[in-house]
């Protein structure tokens, strides 16, 4: 493997971390990107290499790629080449909604059983990084997109979950879900049965065919986390809060009791761990409370998946004030109707606004903007004391922002600036 010649494809986040660890195993490497270089490469340039390693972010239907492709070498994806040289086990998650999450809780666990755990993959760090510089002792615990997925060869987790499916990325997988599903079981085979876990949501999902998997008997019942009927915690001592977030630490459980066996589950350092636990900024991140409104900030919603549930865990009634829209994957966003009884007015804006209001016209009071601030501004003045004015926009924010967390960042700023917005408006009539 040392002396092999490594063509990388991209020269991001990923591209470096493989470039970094070829430098420490000794191997030659060269870099393609397209947004580097004038020059498209052909399939004769890649010929000379022993092995490609593509970046999740590059198109397959670039040129690049299918040069790549064309060449005939063996083609591989950033996350399989870290794990071929990687001593240390990898426990994986995919989904369309909540790694992040279920990750960070993850690892929060490993920690409190006394593990040495490291979140890695889409969450930050990619797994060729880490590799390079850690030693064997260390769990990785890999937050894996389905762009990571395709191109894996060997990749074989020793414990696994996929948490949910629902339309998101759809552009990338010709609008079929089904195709979009079997890329993320594709990983779930190549682990055990006993070691799968399967999301709630997906084990009712008709349209879905799971693969084999040994249920861990962890529960929610009657408020309470379970495990073979002896209680773990109660729900409301918990930071995490929902629906959608009781599904992820049951999976996050099991993949503790898959990896570390049931009974560490009932460890009282990681049941301290589970209750401090809370999730990172833009997930439903209540910020501030002004004349009986609440303002909370879901900007980590990038499809109608994520916007329900954040409607089912927030509302009790038709008393919120969503804050919808952005840049489209090839979603669905009648996805959204079953929602919409939650929701007293959908302020719609963004580069798919049309599409999203004739998707759920006649399901919801409704109003298109073009600005994002005159569109918080019209839900801020128009909210009841009781209602909740909430941003889960559904939808990517690269219309308009640099990324999710600008965009929730924003609108916090213009919620901390209310007050003299509103002075200085009324002042103005
Ligand atoms: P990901 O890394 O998959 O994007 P995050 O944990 O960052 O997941 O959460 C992304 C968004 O999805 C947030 O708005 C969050 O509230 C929502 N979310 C988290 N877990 C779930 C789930 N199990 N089902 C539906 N939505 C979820």
Known sequence: ??????????????????????????CKSAVFDDNLSPEIPVQEDFAQFDLIVVSPGVPPYSQTYQAAVQSEVELISEMEFGFRHCSSPVIAITGTNGKTTTTELTVALLLALGYDARAVGNIGTP???????????????????????????????????????????????????????????????????????IG??????????????????????????????????????????????????????????????????????????????????????????????????????TNPHATLAALRAVSDGKNVRLLLGGLDKGMDFTELIPGMK?????????????????????????????????????????????DIVLLSPACASMDMFKNYAERGECFVKKINSLDSWKSRTSKSL
Do not use: W
């Open 127 to 197: 797994l060729s990084e880490a590799v390079a510089g850690q030693g064997d002792n260390t769990v990785f615990v890999a937050e894996v997109s389905s762009f990571q997925l395709e191109k894996i060869v060997t990749f074989k987790p020793i414990a696994a979950a996929v948490l949910n499916i629902a339309s998101d990325h759809l552009d990338r997988y010709d609008n079929n879900i089904q195709s979009y599903a079997a890329t993320k079981f594709a990983m779930l085979k190549k682990v055990i049965p006993e070691k799968r876990v």
């Open 200 to 301: 709630i949501s997906l084990q009712n999902d008709t349209d879905f065919t799971t693969p084999d998997h040994h249920p861990v008997p962890v529960v929610a019942a009657d408020g309470v986390l379970l495990c073979r009927d002896r209680k773990l915690l109660a729900l409301d001592a918990l930071k995490l809060r929902g629906p959608h977030n009781t599904e992820n630490i049951i999976a996050s459980l099991q993949l503790i009791a898959a990896f570390a066996g049931e009974d560490k589950l009932f460890t009282p350092a990681l049941l301290e761990a589970l209750r401090a636990f809370s999730p990172g900024n833009h997930r439903l991140e209540t910020i501030a409370v002004k004349d009986g409104v609440t303002y909370i900030n879901d900007s980590k919603a």
């Open 342 to 386: 939650l929701v007293k007015k959908a302020y719609i804006l963004g580069e798919c606004r049309e599409t999203i209001a004739s998707a759920l016209q006649g399901e919801v009071d409704l109003q298109i903007y073009r600005s994002f601030d005159l569109a918080v501004m019209s839900a801020s003045s128009e909210a009841d004391p009781g």
């Open 1 to 26: 493997m040392s002396k092999m010649k490594v063509a990388i494809i991209g020269y991001g986040v990923s591209g470096r971390a493989v470039e970094k660890l070829c430098d420490a195993q000794g």
